[in-house]
């Protein structure tokens, strides 16, 4: 999902280095990435053994190492996308002259400076009004949104396709039959595909003279085992056997790619080949494959997005019928399908889901949506009329009133120096966490904010908590001007 | 030294959050910290 970026970066600041952090094994999609001049391969499993070991001395010796190769680079600039907890403290360790995203200061705390880094930090407590996928936030982060992204983003050598094409020549079994690529498998069992309704579809393509290759890692053979198994020989079970570079070539080998919310879904998308992606606990909206014309087939359940690990029902993921997602592959488009299905397109640069049958709840409020990304890009567009507009426009006014009184305490507290003026302060804060709907985003904007402030001089930290209300409500100002 | 002196070290090392700045050194024991309590995708995996 970062390709894009690095892309946009590169075409925004030419004649500068890019270099990607990734942690090892995981570079599948950068290698040999044009707009990417290096990639800087994390082991962390080897140096978390290690500290985890008696000798943890060495685990601490190998990170230090790396810490200490990464300073003497000099980054002019250190853009942390990930969200994971110990990225945050690594990059502060590099001496990066400006760092955008979640850092961790040596007040002691984590702390996020740009505004649109908090938003991204902010959607899992308000997705109801977030419209945009990662990748457009990211673009925002990285200030590089205004420079469009070309149709395809993994780059493929030669030698690495003759690899790939002899492993296809020994494997199947009709040379002249296209190829169609299944991913069974996801990162937990609620965003699988149940493995009856792969065997389903499987069977169809097959009848249509297709070569089906399972893709997935070592783990993941069992489930690819069953469908060779159900599907006989015109299923080809490449799980475990190829590693995730490899099967990215082996995608582009193919007609189309049937897979769930998944890395190789990404991968697919990137190569402009036809991806039918299933989603079920997971947000098409944040995290769909990001080029367009590709379709979603979302299941049907009231609770969705639920990012739940461990559901029990698996209604969404059950509710995607083989049926349905069949006849979009044959474009002879279901009457009655059983989920909501959405085609990916952009808009003026950014991504969006074009409806093309929805009777569940919409992922997002358009309005609301709309408002929130205004209040960090001015110029969009609001639709002011609605009774929508008019509920979440005083929801938000209310707010920056509710920060307002929150300010005036602290102000209070500095000229008095009452602790009864921080505890009003908190008893605002504690209400705020009780009121819904926009405000639930606000409030995790503001807290982000509030949370970033360094604590080791008390008076320095009251002056910055005032400052943070201030940005926040100047933030939802903008999102409320007309 | 034996392995539980590095959960001591980290120990101080958090005591000291909130009261005064910390090192290079303290911030990389506790970016070791936080990278020994990470899982791989396939852990992860198993996990759930």
């Known amino acids: 999902m970062t390709l894009p970026v690095l892309e946009a970066l590169k075409k925004k600041n030419k004649d500068h280095q890019i270099s990607f952090f990734v942690e090892d094994g995981f570079e599948g999609g950068l290698v040999n990435y044009k707009f990417c001049d290096d990639i800087i391969r994390f082991k962390r499993k080897e140096i978390r053994d290690k500290i985890r070991s008696d000798s943890w001395e060495n685990g601490i010796g190998l990170l230090k190492e790396l810490v200490q190769k990464l300073k003497d680079e000099n980054f002019e600039q250190i853009i942390n996308l990930s969200q994971i907890g110990y990225i945050s403290h690594f990059v502060s360790l590099l001496n990066g002259k400006k760092i955008i995203g979640q850092n961790f200061l040596s007040q002691g705390n984590h702390c996020i400076r740009d505004s649109w880094s908090a938003y991204l930090y902010a959607i899992p407590f308000g997705r109801y009004y977030n419209s945009l996928h990662v990748t457009d936030i990211y673009k925002r982060i990285a200030n590089v949104s205004n420079v469009p992204s070309s149709d395809t983003g993994i780059t493929i050598e030669d030698k690495e396709k003759e690899q790939i094409r002899k492993y296809i020549e020994s494997k199947r079994k009709n040379d002249d039959s296209s190829i169609a ?16 309704h792969f065997i389903s579809l499987g069977r169809r393509i097959i009848e249509d003279g297709y070569t089906i290759f399972v893709t997935g890692d070592i783990a993941e053979r069992n489930l690819a085992e069953r469908l060779k198994h159900e599907l006989g020989e015109n299923c080809v079970v490449a799980s475990g056997e190829l590693t995730f570079r490899e099967s990215i070539v082996l995608i582009d080998f193919s007609e189309f790619c049937v897979t769930s919310d998944t890395a190789i879904m990404h991968a697919a998308a990137s190569l402009s080949k036809k991806v039918f992606a299933l989603f079920g606990p997971t947000n098409p909206v944040e995290t769909g494959p990001y080029y367009s014309g590709n379709l979603i087939f979302s299941g049907r359940c009231n609770k969705r997005p639920c990012f739940c690990t461990d559901c029990k029902s698996k209604l969404c993921m059950k509710s995607i019928s083989p049926q349905t997602v069949y006849s979009y592959i044959k474009e002879t488009p279901d009457s009655n399908p059983s989920c909501d299905i959405y085609q990916t397109t952009f808009q003026n640069g950014v991504y969006e889901l074009l409806t093309i049958n929805e009777n569940g709840d919409p992922y997002y409020s358009r309005t609301g949506a709309m408002i929130t990304r205004k209040s960090l890009e001015a110029d969009t567009s609001v639709d002011t009329l609605s009774e929508e507009y ?33 505890q009003q302060f908190e008893s605002v804060k504690k209400s705020l966490q009780a009121s819904g709907g926009i405000n639930e985003f606000w409030n995790a904007i503001l807290n982000i904010r509030l949370n970033s402030v360094p604590l080791l001089n008390p008076l320095n930290a009251i002056r910055e908590s005032i400052i943070a209300c201030d940005s926040t409500i100047a933030q939802i100002e903008t999102a409320l001007s007309k | 030294m034996e392995k539980k002196d590095l959960f001591k070290l980290i120990e101080e090392v958090k005591k000291k959050i909130g009261k005064e700045l910390l090192s290079d050194e303290e911030l990389l024991l506790l970016t070791a910290f936080e990278i020994s309590r990470t899982y791989t995708y396939e852990e992860k995996k198993n996990l759930l």
């Not at chain 1, 006014?397 to 920060?403: A, C, D, E, K, L």
């Not at chain 1, 009184?405 to 102000?411: I, N, R």
């Open chain 1, 181 to 196: 690529i299944f991913h069974p498998g996801a990162a937990y069992d609620s965003k699988r595909w149940p493995v009856e």
């Open chain 1, 390 to 422: 008019r509920e979440l426009y005083e929801n938000s006014v209310f707010f920056i009133r509710s920060v307002m009184k929150m300010k005036e305490h602290l102000y209070s507290y500095i000229a008095g120096n009452s602790s009864t003026e921080i």
